[in-house]
């Protein structure tokens, strides 16, 4: 079975050897799968690579076609998408209270899961339930699983925010919109709304502004994701806020010259799953 690739990035240096001293970040989002070796020694991404996949089939004929999956690495993490999560603050979060919190999820206590995330001082209790996830646990036995949650929110306020000042950053997928608000580095609202039109977009985006009184000269934007300065999205964007620019990865990795010729916006979230322990 053939599976689409529509980009495959590779240092020419990089061998099975030095598997071992890098990390496999992987990560799930609608019919896309995207994944970077990162060397952790030299602190420098290796290899990147996004396929289209649809189903499990397609996802396993991936894992089976691609030697890369079969090195021995560090450490292996693995985000995937979820719609079910809430946060519980650090202080007040208690063990003892699963069954309570997973009932705010609508999932069943066995399949939550709770994920610091430290940079907003909570806890994400979060369903990881997920057609792929099966498959992907018994590839890689030690992989470390996270949701989308906290590979935006740690990058975002680790190397993209000041101590103080309000940030709304925006992430766009294909078919829906991550959106991260936050002030003084407190997370405001994280939320995840289906957005595959601007419309769309700009009603969420609206309605945001809204709900947490958003200044347009004062509001610090930030947006990864699949977007640029020459669509409809972007434009969405400028009218509302004067202060825009797009998320890099270079704070997170050492990027070589190879992977200049790509927008680092794009995959923002994939490097933040490097900031996730």
């Known amino acids: 079975m053939l599976v689409s690739k529509e980009l495959y990035l590779a240092e020419e240096d990089f061998k099975s050897q030095h598997s071992s001293k890098c990390d496999l970040l992987i990560k799930i989002t609608g019919t896309q799968c995207i994944y970077a070796i990162i060397d952790q020694l030299h602190d420098r991404i290796k290899i990147l690579a996004e396929h289209r996949i649809q189903n499990t089939d ?58 610091p995330v430290k940079q907003a001082a909570i806890r994400n209790v979060t369903d990881l339930s997920h057609p792929f996830r099966e498959l992907l646990q018994e590839k890689f036995p030690q992989a470390r699983f996270y949701s989308q949650v906290e590979t935006l929110i740690e990058p975002a ?78 434009s969405r964007v400028q009218k509302y806020f004067h202060h825009i620019r797009f998320a890099g990865w270079n704070e997170m990795i050492h990027i070589p010259e190879l992977f200049n010729e790509i927008p680092a916006h794009r995959y923002f979230t994939l490097a933040g799953l490097n900031e996730c322990e």
């Open 157 to 234: 306020i680790k190397h993209l925010q000041k101590e103080d000042g309000t940030y709304l950053h925006l992430h766009i997928n294909q078919h829906n919109l991550e959106l991260l608000a936050t002030r003084n580095k407190q997370v405001l609202l994280y939320n995840v709304y289906p957005a595959a039109t601007p419309d769309e977009f700009n009603y969420f985006l609206l309605l945001a502004i809204q709900q947490l009184n958003l200044s347009e000269t004062d509001t610090e934007v930030t947006l990864s994701g699949q977007v640029d300065e020459q669509d409809e999205w972007y």
């Open 58 to 115: 397609e996802l396993k004929a991936l894992l089976d076609s691609d030697a890369l999956f079969n090195y021995y690495y560090r450490k292996v993490k693995i985000a995937l998408y979820t719609k079910k999560f809430t946060f519980i603050p650090h202080e007040v979060y208690n063990v003892n209270n699963l069954s309570a919190y997973s009932k705010f999820i609508q999932a069943k206590p066995e399949t939550v899961s709770v994920i």
